[in-house]
């Protein structure tokens, strides 16, 4: 994967992307990258951080304020597809990634309705993508922090250089502490589940 990509991330919360995916952004920063959270941008806290992690990414930073309240009451697709209608500029991309059907831990909600959104919008032709990969990571049920699955089509295994790196957005630029969840969660391996064939059946 070392071609030129105009890629889209779409994911529920700003940091979701270093967390998931941060790796591989950074292994490629000659994709042309558009990263889009779907909630927090009316937060004063995450919303700057959000827009830092993106500029070290050197990517297009895009934000929207779907409800994230604790409660996590379900969102309809609709409200998505309007978020997604509103604030990007392109609708083509070569690549798509997203979050998991499943998520990738036990358990947050806006994370399997931002995956099943954003393959709507797929199918629908609202976005149009030559590839959708979708994080694939677990937690087995919260036994262990969420690690690459064993069924990925495809798992990036980050060099030293590359995790520090990562490991730096979330703990400098995030503020997250070393003991916290998402630090002690910041994967090393990388895990995607590639969906290629589909997209040529469908269209
Ligand atoms: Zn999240």
Redesign the pocket.
């Known amino acids: 994967m070392s071609d030129e990509k105009n890629i889209l991330v779409m994911?529920?919360?700003p940091?979701?992307e270093t967390?998931w995916c941060g790796g591989l952004l950074l292994k490629n920063s000659q994709w042309q990258k558009t990263i889009f959270s779907f909630t927090r941008e009316s937060d004063k806290d995450r919303n700057p951080k959000f827009y830092r992690a993106c500029e070290y990414f050197g990517a297009n930073g895009v934000m929207s304020d779907i409800d994230d309240g604790a409660e996590q009451k379900p969102v309809s697709y609709y409200e998505y597809q309007m978020a997604a209608e509103k604030k990007l500029e392109k609708k083509d991309y070569d690549l798509i990634i997203t979050h998991n059907p499943s998520g990738?831990y036990t358990r947050?909600l806006?994370?399997e309705e931002v995956s099943l959104s954003v393959l709507l919008m797929v199918g629908k032709g609202i976005l149009n993508t030559k590839e959708m990969w979708f994080f694939n990571f677990s937690d087995t049920f919260k036994k262990e922090f969420p690690r690459a699955r064993q069924d990925s089509d495809l798992i990036i295994e980050l060099d030293d250089e590359i995790y520090n790196r990562k490991k730096k957005i979330i703990c400098e630029i995030y503020g997250f502490s070393e003991s916290s969840w998402e630090a002690q969660t910041t994967p090393k391996k990388e895990g995607f589940r590639i969906m290629k064939e589909f997209f040529r059946r469908i269209k």
């Open positions: 994911v529920a919360h940091d979701d967390l990738e947050h806006r994370h």
